[in-house]
């Protein structure tokens, strides 16, 4: 059971985002995928979720090709997402943000309501139920994005910069519960983070990222001696080396 890139190329008009890429997702493994700004990073979950269509190459779902499929259909297949930008429905309260989630999802009303708290509940933020989405601290929107994307049960959610804009506690909190949603629940993470420890702790896989192709895929020792990875970093001059 995976989500994968094969070989996968999208091109804008002239400009090359990616260009062959493959990586896999297996369930209940947290997979990273670094690389500096511009690498790629957020092309790839577009095209896993189906946002952006592959110019090349296929997107698998357990074995299955699913290119075509557009985002919601995805979604409801088992993939779930979150957005560098939290997204939320700014006036609604926080469970309405889920419930509404869940029932464009084909969850009966009731349902849903007792899926979103359940799930605010499991993640510890059950205290922000009613609180409005728009007037939310910004590590809280990033939680509650986090619980909405688990709606309907995902087996596959893919991650876009969660911590960004965190404090290492913050983080640390992040990454325990980025554990918990793969190992308690199964579901198979892809996680793009700019703090590259973060990634290192949590993830058993790494893929990085460089002009669109991938030029290190490994565990923690290959990353952090690689050559390749080392000089993306460097020449970039990001912060996150
Ligand atoms: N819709 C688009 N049209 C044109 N260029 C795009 C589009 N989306 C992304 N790009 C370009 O593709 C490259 C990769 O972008 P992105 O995947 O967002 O990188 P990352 O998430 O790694 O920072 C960047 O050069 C970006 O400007
Ligand atoms: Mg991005």
């Avoid at 198979?188 to 030029?215: F, K, P, Q, T, Y």
Wanted: with cysteine; aromatic share 4%.
């Amino acid at each position: 059971m995976a989500l994968a890139l094969e070989q996968v190329g999208v091109a804008f008009g002239g400009f090359r985002a990616l260009t062959d890429v493959s990586l896999s997702v297996n369930a209940g493994d947290v997979v990273g995928l670094i690389g500096p700004n511009g690498a790629g990073k957020t092309t790839c979950i577009n095209v896993l979720t189906g946002f952006q269509r592959p110019s090349s190459g296929r997107v698998l779902l357990d074995g299955r090709d699913v290119s075509a499929l557009p985002a919601h259909r995805l979604r409801r297949a088992g993939v779930a997402r979150t957005f560098q930008a939290g997204r939320l429905f700014g006036g609604l309260d926080v469970l309405d943000n889920l419930a509404c989630t869940g029932v464009g999802l084909g969850l009966r009303r009731a349902e849903s309501e007792r899926q979103a708290s359940d799930l605010l509940g499991w993640m510890g933020i059950a205290p922000l139920e009613s609180r409005p989405a728009a007037g939310l601290p910004y590590t809280d929107e990033r939680r509650v994005a986090i619980a909405r994307a688990l709606m309907g049960d995902p087996a596959y959610l893919l991650l876009d910069e969660p911590a960004a804009g965190m404090s290492e506690a913050e983080a640390n909190d992040l990454a325990a519960l980025i554990r918990r949603i793969a190992h308690d629940r199964g579901i198979g993470c892809l996680l793009i983070e700019h703090n590259v420890g973060l990634v290192l702790s949590v993830c058993s896989d790494v893929v990085v990222l460089d002009g669109g192709r991938v030029i290190e895929h490994g565990d923690r020792n290959v990353i952090l001696g690689s050559r390749a990875v080392r000089e993306a970093y460097l020449g970039a001059h990001t912060e996150a080396a």
